[in-house]
């Protein structure tokens, strides 16, 4: 974890960016607070340099890229990150690129890569699940090699049941926790009927990071990423208890937190600022 009079004097950039930081971000100094940005997917192809000011503004300290934000070099996307007063702990990839993408996250500076699902048709039994485990372990031990992490995001649709099994409790099983972490999408698993603090309480010591993002009341359970799934709000908005899974990442050392909203009813920057303004307020009473 590093304050924001560390990261202010380990980045130049940051120097500048520290003008247009809001007084309330000085009240989440010690637990800092990420945007994943694929939030503002609209907003970065047209002006990534204005989001990414924009972002910082806010009194974000790091992001995490998207899947499908690379069609610019990693140098130039580092650069642009840097410049705005950002880091870049991890990003995430797509599966079926995955292989070939070490390189490129190991030149945008990635702490940790990140694989963002399983394709359905991997992830459609116990034993494709047990499949993608195992790559997942290799994966795992390429980035260690090259001086990186991995960790994989879910959805809901990991947690729907095979027989007496999930996909999730298959990942978690054939997974090795030295080389394969967890980011949990704290939204993601209570739309599955899963209880996020639950997790934490039995998988925190596994989790590499949390994705935040709320969900409206009245909301119903489902196992996959359509229409019927889309109850997203503002962290804080909606129903998640985000004291009690704040304390337990606190707990855990869960150092990145990184909010995705993955549709916003307001302007997308706008939703990232409600989110952090009661982030910080729950901050305090975790």
């Not at 990003?91 to 292989?99: M, R, S």
């Not at 996020?196 to 010591?205: I, N, T």
């Not at 997308?268 to 305090?284: A, D, F």
Request: glycine content about 6%; hydrophobic content about 40%; charged content about 20%.
């Amino acid at each position: 974890m590093i304050s924001r009079r560390q990261f202010m004097s380990n980045a130049a950039a940051g120097v500048a960016a520290a003008a247009l930081i809001p007084a309330s971000s000085a009240e989440a100094a010690e637990r800092p607070v990420g945007v994943q940005l694929y939030t503002v997917r609209s907003l970065v192809q047209n002006d990534l340099p204005g989001t990414l000011a924009a972002i910082r503004k806010i009194g974000y300290q790091y992001v995490e890229t998207f899947v499908a934000e690379y069609k610019m070099n990693a140098k130039d996307l580092r650069a642009a990150i840097l410049d705005a007063g950002l880091t870049v702990p991890s990003a995430h990839f797509g599966y079926d690129k995955f292989e070939s993408s070490f390189d490129y996250a190991k030149e945008l500076g990635a702490e940790c890569m990140v694989c963002s699902i399983i394709p359905k048709t991997i992830a459609n039994s116990a034993d494709g699940y047990k499949r993608g485990a195992e790559q997942y372990n290799q994966w795992g031990e390429q980035a260690k090699k090259m001086g990186m992490r991995f960790g994989f995001h879910n959805h809901n649709v990991e947690f729907q049941p095979y027989g007496d099994v999930t996909g999730f409790d298959v990942l978690m099983r054939y997974t090795d926790p030295a080389l394969v972490q967890w980011q949990m999408d704290c939204y993601w698993v209570a739309q599955a009927g899963q209880d996020p603090v639950a997790m934490l309480r039995r998988y925190g010591h596994r989790m590499q990071s949390l994705h935040l993002k709320d969900r409206k009341p009245d909301a119903t359970v489902s196992f996959d990423t359509g229409p019927a799934s889309a109850y997203f709000t503002e962290v804080g908005e909606g129903t998640l208890d985000w004291v009690s899974i704040f304390s337990l990442a606190a707990s855990d050392h869960i150092t990145h937190m990184y909010v995705e909203q993955d549709q916003t009813e307001r302007p997308p920057l706008e939703s990232l600022q409600i989110s952090y303004t009661n982030i910080v307020k729950l901050l305090q009473q975790a």
